[in-house]
C-alpha cells in the first residue's frame, strides 16, 4: 500500500519551484524587498569601492582644477591693477597745465609714496609757481605698456610715453617721448607709485 504523504506529482513540482525574495514590511508599512546576500556576486563589493574611489578622485581633480583657474585669473587681475596704477601714474606726471597747476600736483602726490613721493615733498609750491609763471602745459598719453618684473608686495612696468609740451613762449605744442620704469608698490590695499625712472 502506497503512502499516503507520497506524491510524485508535488514532489516534482516543489523540485521547479525558485525560493521567492521575502518581502517584508517596512516601519511605513511599504512592502521592503531583501535579497539573500549570498544572490550578490562577489565582484560587486570590490567594483563598488573601485566606483567610490574614482568619483572622489574625480571630483578632487575637478576642485582642484576650478581653483587653480581661479587662482591664474585673481593673480592676472592684480597683474592688470599693478600696470594700471603705473599707467595713471605717469598720465599724472604728463598732464599739468598752469591754471590747473595745483590739483594736478596734488593728484600726483596722492597716488605716490617712497622714494617718488619724497622727490617731490616740500617742492610742490616752487614747482607749481614756476609751472604758472612759464605757461607750461603738457598733454601726455601711454602709447604702451607692461610689467618688467615682481617682488612681493612691489611691481616694476616699463611705461612708454608721449606728451604734447607748450609754454608761454611757444604756443606750438611738441612732442616729447619718455620710456619710464614705474614701481607699484601695495600699501595697505593702496597700489602707490614708489619710484619713477627714465630709461634710455
Known sequence: MA???????ADTADAGKVEPTKVELSKAGEPEVRENAATAPRWAKPA???????????????AWLLFERQSAADHSD???EYLQAARQTVLNLTNI?????D?????????????FKAEFEGREGPFVEV???????????????GIQNED???????VASRAM????????????????????????????????????
Do not use: H, W, Y
Open 152 to 158: 612681493g608686495a612691489c611691481t616694476a612696468s616699463l
Open 3 to 9: 503512502d499516503e504523504n507520497e506524491n510524485p506529482e
Open 78 to 80: 592684480r597683474r592688470e
Open 165 to 200: 609740451v607748450s609754454n608761454a613762449e611757444q604756443s606750438e605744442p611738441e612732442p616729447r617721448d619718455f620710456r619710464l620704469r614705474v614701481t607699484v608698490c601695495d600699501e595697505d590695499g593702496r597700489l602707490l607709485a614708489s619710484k619713477v625712472e627714465f630709461v634710455p
Open 131 to 145: 609751472v604758472q609763471q612759464a605757461g607750461v602745459t603738457t598733454t601726455g598719453e601711454v602709447l604702451e605698456a
Open 48 to 62: 563598488t569601492i573601485v566606483a567610490s574611489v574614482l568619483i572622489v578622485a574625480l571630483v578632487a581633480a575637478g
Open 97 to 101: 597745465q598752469a591754471d590747473t597747476a
Open 103 to 115: 590739483a594736478d600736483v596734488k593728484r600726483l602726490m596722492e597716488g605716490a609714496t617712497g622714494d
